[in-house]
């Protein structure tokens, strides 16, 4: 390979695993406004419908740590291509499939598929961009994740109401073939193949992830006390107490909860859950709330989402770019407040009455301001805390954070809004503004506990640190 070809690859990195991350993020928000007409077409229930969403996220989160390992171990970026190929492939079938059941099926696997080039594809970019670059990498990959997340429910809207639910998966598919043909010249990381981390501690990651939101989700219908419920506690209990012990025990764990001793790692993955749990909750809520008490059109509510969107990206973009590099902590710091604050302003100002220009529009924008500036913060600060030789396994550890919250989120969505009704009002949408507003508070809380920065120097010598 001559010279002038490898000096390409930084940027190639950058564009392959950005794009990975936009494929991997969107799916997570786009297929909300397909629930109802997948319902309609194979005549299932809501209840049934919504793991449309679900049998996604589950894998997803469960197995991002484990690929994270995985990564390392295989060689980032031949997991990277397998695991874009298989997100290709399962798009694909989701979008032709007969029947409901092997919906579900594509919809696991796909998960999975996101969850093997996720943690890759930033551990990918951070092994070819020199040490200089990095932060500017970083942002760019972050911004192209948030821009994808927030703006999936404007982009659903648009194809389901102008061609057709199956749509929204054929989206993936030549993104997804144009990554894998374009990452054939990487290979940074790759290696011999060594051991592969234990698939069954990551599928009792699955399982309990699954038994704690299927639990809190039936509860209000069923009763806290219920043997339904009860039972979906145990089993989220015994399968955590399983995981954890067989990460502690195994060879080659998928759960490196070792990386968790080292304590700049141990508090960004806290931050990153509690950022999970108000990221995810405040995205469904803002599309449940302008189409249940404003009463918008999928389309229009989708559209409404737009600026937070547009605002998360630039931001990730841009803070990348600035000359005097910011501490991740205060990234986080900033982020939260502004996250606290817009979620706290929604909570005391939502009514009946429809008011996106003096409301929502300028909170909503403030709100994504302070997405753009967490999401960066975190990625670098689990980036600057780890060894360059646990960069995947430390960013599928966070992600898998992430992605746990955000089921949590979700979960308590559910359980607070099962109170509204003609009498209600507001008042649950209101208690979940109040509820990721907690949320937000507690990433801040985090942010306060990171040490200065930890920056590494380059790749080929791993054993030098300096401080900043």
Request: glycine share 10%; hydrophobic share 55%; aromatic share 6%.
């Amino acid at each position: 390979m001559d010279s002038s070809h490898t000096s390409r690859r930084p940027a190639l990195a950058v564009k392959v695993g950005a794009s990975a991350t936009v494929l991997a993020f969107l799916d997570t928000t786009v297929t909300n406004l397909a629930v109802p007409p997948v319902a309609a077409e194979f005549s299932v229930g809501a209840t049934a419908a919504a793991w449309v969403a679900t049998a996604y996220v589950i894998p997803f989160a469960a197995f991002l740590a484990p690929a994270g390992v995985a990564a390392d171990a295989a060689g980032r970026a031949r997991l990277f291509r397998f695991g874009v190929g298989l997100f290709t492939v399962c798009s694909l079938v989701i979008a032709l499939a007969p029947t409901f059941e092997l919906l579900l099926v594509g919809r696991a696997l796909q998960g999975v598929g996101a969850a093997l080039m996720t943690p890759a594809s930033l551990a990918l970019i951070l092994a070819e961009v020199p040490p200089e670059r990095r932060r500017a990498a970083i942002g760019l990959w972050s911004g192209a994740g948030a821009l994808a997340a927030a703006a999936g429910p404007a982009l659903g809207g648009v194809v389901i109401e102008w061609i057709d639910w199956r749509a929204v998966f054929c989206i993936n598919v030549p993104l997804g073939v144009w990554v894998v043909w374009a990452a054939r010249p990487l290979r940074a990381g790759d290696t011999a193949m060594r051991r592969l981390p234990d698939v069954l501690g990551s599928l009792l990651i699955a399982v309990a992830i699954g038994a704690l939101v299927l639990g809190l989700s039936e509860a209000p219908a069923r009763g806290w006390g219920s043997w339904f419920v009860l039972a979906a506690a145990a089993v989220a209990i015994l399968a955590t107490v399983g995981a954890v012990r067989r990460a502690s025990s195994h060879e080659h764990p998928g759960l490196r909860i070792d990386l968790l001793r080292n304590r700049g790692v141990a508090v960004t993955t806290g931050v990153s859950t509690a950022y999970g749990i108000a990221l995810f909750a405040t995205m469904l809520l803002g599309v449940l709330f302008l189409v249940e008490v404003w009463q918008y059109s999928a389309l229009r509510a989708g559209l409404a989402m737009t600026p937070a969107a547009l605002a998360a990206a630039v931001v990730g973009l841009g803070v990348g770019r600035v000359k005097a590099p910011i501490p991740p902590r205060r990234m986080i710091a900033v982020g939260a407040t502004i996250l606290a604050t817009s979620s706290a302003l929604l909570a005391l100002s939502i009514s009946t009455t429809p008011q996106f220009l003096g409301l929502w529009l300028p909170v909503g924008t403030l709100m994504g301001i302070g997405v753009g500036l967490t999401t960066v913060g975190i990625s670098t600060a689990g980036a600057t805390a780890s060894a360059p030789q646990h960069f995947a396994a430390v960013t599928g550890l966070l992600m898998a954070a992430r992605q746990l919250g955000g089921a949590f989120g979700i979960a308590v969505l559910s359980v607070l809004l099962v109170q509204v009704d003609a009498t209600t009002a507001v008042r649950p949408y209101a208690g979940v503004y109040w509820f990721t507003t907690l949320a937000s508070l507690l990433a801040l809380a985090g942010a306060a506990l990171l040490r200065p920065v930890v920056i590494h120097v380059p790749i080929t010598q791993p054993t030098k640190e300096t401080h900043r």
